[in-house]
């Protein structure tokens, strides 16, 4: 409990949901709540509903959060809150160790990150910390604002009309909203109820995401023990990773589906990952797959899925997926009930976010495949015991970190490439579709073209960034002398009331990596037009295309169309 904070619970917050809103999010969990912070951030009246009472961290999920997350948490304003929520010592953080177990062999050298001077594709750094310590944090900052949480308010029937959205609880309290957001999970009720399936591969195996409870083993592994392992040995494989000082992550199977492993065999593999003798006690276990079940819509009307409720895929990063939804959706919700979009603009959200979902799902799938036909070569080598010292051993375990690096692969398209390539508010350039580069799982390169993210970097001797200048509204981005076009956009954003900001970057790498012109960037750090002169109809029919009022309907299907697919 590191500064007298009970780290383990969530407990949300005992309350009557209102009877009108907005926006009703059914799902506390950290996608439900960031959907809570970004519509509230843009002057969108929202509550969150959960049918839970509170969350513990002792079934913690996804715990790595990358650079593009953490930009999402810094235009949020909780970023240091997240910061400071560590729930295990700092000096534990030393990377992603590749080892034979937590006292063992290190297999691979450890990549520790250096700084260089070179640019990188962020600003940010990765985070550590576990849904609860996000939960937590989010609702504080919730709370700070006034917006509506509350738990034990089971969702069990949906109506819709061409108005707005009825949520009936479960003592049959109504709630009416003129949207609705499903982010309740893997199993949830809103796809349910909204009539939404799914499609993709289903497992053919089961794993089980342990959490076990230690004793005092500084003893063993000293004061500043790796928090995040990689483990290979004859009997577990795969993360040792810590929640707290107290509580691990570690991972058992496959087992065949029907197979119902027992707690003395969950804990041998637990026991062996630590690599010593101690005396382990099993929290939680809950079954994972690696499988991808994707929604057939994101959408069905005024209901909206987003996180697990609208894709399920291998783990890994599944939950910045999440946060990449809330941010990609919340942006256009408010724009629609601003009245500055009609309400076709959120079909734009089901075509670029289940394209980008499919894409990681079948990465994930591809991995999970890939490091299974590796653990069974490093199987057939043999992994020494951790005690075996013989010239023998040594060779075995130089030749497992060979096939290990020989197999390792970078996952910044992963991270980074978030491009939006089948998009009807998105300006694409004649060809450019034609002339994308293949997504690929470990490359990224910023790129200034429609669809893609903005590339992001320092603007200032103080720390800015270029997306604290952009901040919650649309920007141009102004990199010429002509400022016609500037004047035309602002005088367009004027015109319609339209939140917007206009940045000079005069800064010589900025310069080389966009080019000249100008970038009309999006809420969400992507770019929807460039130019150094307007189209026909000019900022006018730029804005309708952007806010999804523009693009005739022959127009998208050949854009579309010359993607190619997948």
Known sequence: MPGGRDIHTVRFPVATPPERVDVLVVGAGPVGLSAALELNSRGVEVAVVDQADGATLVRAGAMGHTPRVVEHFRRWGVLQSVRDEWTFPPEWNQGIRLVTSLVGHELVPNRRPAFTGAARPS?????????????????????????????????????????????????GRVVRAKYLIGADGGRSTVRHLAGIAREGEHATEKRLR???????????????????????????????????????????????????????????????????????????????????????????????????????????????????????????????????????????????????????????????????????????????????????????????????????????????????????????????????????????????????????????????????????????????????????????AAARSLPFTVIHLTDPVARELYGEGNFLVRPDQHIAWRGTDLPDGGAATVLDRVLGAGAPAERVAELVGASGGE
């Open 123 to 171: 600003a940010e750094e990765a985070l550590r910390r576990p849904q609860s310590a996000l939960q937590q944090v989010f609702l504080r900052h919730l709370a700070l604002r006034g917006v509506s949480v509350s738990g034990g308010w089971q969702l069990t029937e949906l109506r819709q009309d061409d108005t707005g959205v009825e949520a009936v609880l479960g003592d």
């Open 210 to 492: 342990l959490i076990v409870r230690t004793g005092d083993i500084s003893a063993e592994v000293g004061p500043a023990p790796s928090g995040t392992n990689i483990v290979f040995n004859q009997r577990a494989d795969s993360f040792l990773a810590a929640v707290s000082t107290r509580e691990w992550r570690v991972y058992a199977g496959p087992f065949p589906l029907d197979h119902e492993p027992s707690e003395d065999e969950l804990l041998t593999t637990a026991k062996a990952a630590f690599g010593f003798d101690l005396d382990l006690e099993l929290v939680s276990a809950t079954t994972y797959y690696h499988a991808t079940r994707i929604a057939e819509d994101f959408r069905a009307g005024r209901v909206l899925l987003a996180g697990d409720a609208a894709h399920v895929r291998t783990p890994g990063g599944n939950l910045g997926e999440g946060f990449g939804d809330v941010v990609n959706l919340g942006w256009k919700l408010a724009a629609v009930l601003n009245g500055h979009a009609p309400d076709a603009l959120l079909d734009s959200y089901d075509q670029e976010r289940r394209r980008h979902n499919w894409r990681i799902a079948d990465f994930a799938l591809d991995r999970s495949r890939r490091s299974q036909a590796t653990l069974a070569r490093i199987r057939e080598i043999g992994v020494p015991d951790d005690a075996d010292l013989s010239p023998d051993a040594e060779q075995r375990r130089a030749a497992i970190g060979a096939l290990i690096g020989a197999n390792r692969s970078g996952a910044d398209g992963v991270t980074f490439d978030e491009r939006y390539d089948d998009s009807a508010a998105i300006w694409y350039e004649d060809g450019q579709l034609d002339a994308e580069p293949p997504w690929q799982s470990d490359v990224y390169t910023d790129d200034p073209r429609p669809g893609h993210r903005a590339p992001n970097g320092l603007v200032d001797p103080y720390g800015g960034t270029l997306y604290d200048r952009i901040g919650n509204d649309l920007a141009l981005v102004v990199l010429t002398e002509d400022r016609a076009v500037e004047h035309a956009f602002a005088a367009e």
